[in-house]
């Protein structure tokens, strides 16, 4: 399965989504009352992790069906909902714990002026409606890197975040940009490296830009995963799983120690989300998630 082609189309489709707000007018046959959708834990959870999932991972599930199985194993967030399937996720108590939908696409993004204008737009539309919802975090790219340096992309990524700082300020949003790997899955991505996103958020001084922090991608990037972690922490506000390699499950067939990078994690005093972002192999998908978040619930 193809992580880049499968998470692009995902998003594509999200996005397309989020032109309709309200409840989709049909449910899953699996659907149950919301009575039903309580928590039904199989394992006691610690309560050190606060634990989401990624939606485009578990896309043959429609969003109903979704809500209903995460709550049964105690995950209290969705990643990646657009507004279309907010009022599906506050039907269930979840929280949209990363919030999409502003973006053009991975690729396209803060760091060519080309793209500022639709950009700016889009997310000056979109930070009310999250602040509507009472979310925070909304999703957003550096783009690829197109032949510029550093600075380059450094420059014209602060030229356009600086003109939605304030209105993030205004709505207690949290514009976050996703550290993603430009050696395997995303080719020329910019912000692929903790530093570059760090220093970026040094640039704009700003509590309402943090930086989503993909475990996997840095991994594949960079490594050194927990040291990073533990050394930037102050400019993280997300973070997100999976095996590597091959992006599957985050259990023994891969070389990350999650349970080490859990326990880093917190020992930083972060309270928000870890996200599972792992496409199964196993074909009780679900099985695998739950095994996750009991590998991430230390």
């Not at 998470?7 to 032109?19: C, D, E, V």
């Not at 979840?94 to 889009?122: P, R, Y």
């Not at 790997?181 to 700003?206: F, P």
């Not at 978040?293 to 230390?298: A, R």
């Amino acid at each position: 399965m193809s992580t880049n082609l499968n998470r692009r189309s995902a998003i594509k489709g999200i996005l397309a989504g989020t032109a309709v707000m309200g409840i989709p007018s049909g449910f899953s046959a699996l659907a149950m009352p919301e009575e039903d959708a309580k928590p039904q834990f199989n394992m006691l959870l610690k309560g050190n992790i606060n634990h989401s999932v990624a939606r485009w991972c578990f896309n043959d599930l429609d969003i109903e069906t979704l809500c209903i199985e995460v709550k049964k194993i105690g995950i209290t967030g969705i990643d990646l909902v657009g507004p279309k399937d907010w009022p599906v996720l506050k039907k269930y108590d979840l929280v949209s714990t990363m919030c999409n939908g502003a973006e053009i696409n991975l690729v396209d993004g803060f760091n060519d002026i080309q793209f500022h204008e639709i950009l700016i737009k889009k997310y000056t539309e979109m930070m009310p409606l999250v602040a509507e919802a009472g979310y925070k975090n909304l999703i957003c790219f550096s783009g690829s890197r197109r032949g510029k340096t550093d600075e380059e992309g450094w420059n014209n990524c602060v030229i356009g975040l600086q003109k939605l700082i304030p209105l993030a300020v205004k709505h207690n949003v949290t514009l976050v940009m996703e550290l993603l790997n430009s050696k395997i899955d995303h080719k020329d991505y910019q912000c692929d490296k903790t530093y570059w996103g760090v220093e970026l958020a040094k640039r704009l001084g700003s509590e309402n830009f943090k930086l989503l922090f993909d475990i996997y991608h840095m991994q594949i990037d960079e490594g050194d995963v927990i040291r990073n972690i533990r050394d930037n922490h102050q400019y993280i506000t997300h973070f997100h799983t999976a095996g590597v390699p091959g992006r599957n499950e985050i259990d023994e067939t891969q070389e990350l120690n999650y349970p080490a990078i859990m326990k880093a994690i917190a020992g930083t005093g972060y309270k928000g989300f870890v996200g599972q972002e792992f496409i199964p192999k196993n074909p009780n998908k679900l099985a695998s998630l739950k095994q996750a978040i009991t590998i991430c619930d230390i």
